[in-house]
């Protein structure tokens, strides 16, 4: 179906009233004008993007693809709400078949200042589902058969996932309930430790758990994709090596040519691939920064696609943008800014090396990603590879099949 979506018109809570129900926010725009941008084609390559799009499966490995705030300083508040709204206009018209939402994860802090709290998790998967209860476009995913159905009927598929298993806890059973809940995709850890291994921003890395062994055991028996996104090297390693069944790096790029904690080294990437891995390149709210590209946007981020595609080979490589609807570059501004003055108790350690992910450092000059700014510009992907002279068969892989096929052995 392309994007010859079949959406009704249906708005986020739209069977609720506003400051009645729950407390209002005046929500930004989905597309801000000024900052739209569309890799331009000729007629003829126009005609083939259609085609492209019309018949390949598009999957989306990671987005939070909601509506923020217009005043982006207000997204804590909203969060603290426990309430989403998913921009479903916007997403009709993306192209894209199946969405892997994450959801507030971390800023899911209805009842504590550091978010992962199982019922705040619960919560927000909760709502999320009352409000797809009350429409009729997109489909709550739970197998790959809802992925083809809702390519071959004009609808949306929506895969619930979390970034990080925190949640948790030291409850394995608690696996078995997000997967009853329709989770399909897990991260071990979010950039901090937990029970399960330890995260990109610690000092050490102690690997994988003897509890995240058992927990990638039971997702493997489950069917639940085991991500490792946010993950330490060493721990990233041996869950890949734990795992009977492929993993994915949701949104991740190369540290070879974006050299921080948050990208992945060749080691990791290859290990990924041998096990018929799938790496999601991402772009966030940063922007993917290269010797090459230094502003980063959609040139920079095709030049991770192109590096990983050299490096594990073109079976293993896809697409995790991880952006959303609203200032996301502004969104980091905030949430940094939160996280230092806080009160949430953080303290810099003398010992850790001086290079690390630092957020404002890199979005102190970045007002938008040009190219990949919200997820409806996911097609800029697919009209940059046609631009680049890639084949229809590589584009379908990079798109969508590389991913599907992934989704059929695991799940």
């Known amino acids: 179906m392309g994007r010859n979506k079949k959406y009704s018109g249906y708005k986020a809570y739209q ?94 802090i209805i009842t504590s200042k550091n978010g992962w709290k199982w019922t705040d998790i619960i919560h927000d998967l909760g709502m999320r589902l009352c409000d797809i209860a009350h429409q009729d476009f997109v489909i709550h995913c739970k197998k790959v058969e809802d992925i083809i159905e809702a390519h071959r009927t004009g609808k949306l598929a929506w895969i619930a996932a979390l970034e990080s298993a925190s949640c948790i806890e030291n409850e394995l059973d608690r696996i078995d309930v997000l997967y009853g809940l329709g989770i399909r995709s897990m991260g071990i850890c979010y950039s901090e430790s937990n029970m399960l291994g330890s995260g990109l921003n610690e000092l050490r890395d102690g690997g994988l758990t003897d509890f995240g062994y058992d927990a990638v055991r039971r997702m493997n028996k489950l069917g639940m994709l085991i991500d490792v996104s946010h993950a330490g090297d060493q721990t990233a390693l041996d869950t890949i090596e734990t795992s009977d069944k492929p993993i994915v790096i949701s949104h991740a790029g190369a540290r070879a040519l974006t050299p921080n904690k948050r990208m992945f080294p060749d080691e990791v990437l290859q290990a990924l691939a041998e096990k018929g891995g799938v790496i999601g390149i991402e772009t966030a709210g940063f922007g993917l920064r290269t010797k090459k590209h230094p502003e980063g946007g959609l040139e920079g981020y095709m030049e991770h696609i192109e590096y990983c595609i050299e490096l594990m080979g073109i079976d293993h490589v896809g697409c995790g943008p991880d952006t959303l609807y609203g200032d996301h570059a502004g969104l980091y501004r905030v949430t940094e800014m939160r996280r230092r003055t806080g009160g949430f108790g953080h303290y810099e350690r003398p010992e850790k090396p001086a290079e690390k992910f630092d957020v404002e450092e890199l979005v102190k000059d970045v007002q938008y990603i040009k190219g990949l700014e919200n997820p409806s510009e996911f097609e800029n992907i697919p009209r940059w590879l046609i631009k680049h002279g890639y084949s229809d068969e590589e584009i379908a892989k990079i798109i969508g099949g590389n991913a599907l096929r992934l989704l059929k052995e695991v799940w």
């Not at 725009?29 to 019309?54: G, H």
Request: proline content about 4%; hydrophobic content about 35%.
């Open 15 to 108: 069977y609720l009233e506003p400051g009645v129900d729950y407390r209002e926010f005046k929500l930004r725009e989905a597309i801000k004008k000024e900052w739209a941008y569309r890799v331009p084609l000729s007629k003829t390559e126009e005609e083939r993007f259609e085609e492209l799009m019309s018949k390949c499966i598009v999957i989306d490995l990671h987005e939070h693809p909601c509506l923020y705030p217009e005043d982006i300083s207000q997204a804590w508040e909203l969060c603290r709400e426990g309430r989403e709204f998913m921009a479903y206009e916007a997403l009709a018209s993306s192209g894209i078949d199946a969405i892997f939402d994450n959801m507030m994860d971390g800023e899911s």
